[in-house]
């Protein structure tokens, strides 16, 4: 089982940066699909997350800013992400929602100067 996040980067607050979660070895089309980050010094939490029909959630911080979107002919899941601010600096990964401990990879570092 793989979960390969990639995208992050450093930008400027207002920036803008997509991140894409390439999956091999689970059955993509039947797994609600996750982004978490964990910033410094806080504990991981949920971004956004993308169920199986397409419909999402995503966490009032980064409502209108963030937006999930699922590919499952290409088992990807991405996050597009527009106006970013310093408080969205982490590292970002993507799992199953709810999350398989055994299944966080290394994540997508992403920096939000200001």
């Known amino acids: 089982v793989q979960l390969q996040a990639s995208g992050g980067g450093l930008v400027q607050t207002g920036g803008s940066l997509r991140l894409s979660c390439a999956t091999s070895g689970i059955d993509f089309s039947l797994r609600r699909m996750g982004w978490y980050r964990q910033g410094p010094g806080k504990q991981r939490e949920v971004v956004a997350t993308?169920?199986?029909?397409?419909?999402?959630y995503v966490v009032d911080s980064v409502k209108g800013r963030f937006t999930i979107s699922r590919n499952d002919a290409v088992r990807t899941v991405s996050l597009r992400m527009v106006n970013l601010q310093p408080d969205d600096t982490a590292v970002y990964y993507c799992?199953?929602?709810?999350?398989?401990?055994?299944?966080w990879g290394q994540g997508t570092q992403v920096t939000v100067s200001s």
């Open positions: 993308i169920d199986t029909d397409g419909s999402t």
């Open positions: 799992n199953q929602s709810p999350p398989i401990a055994s299944r």
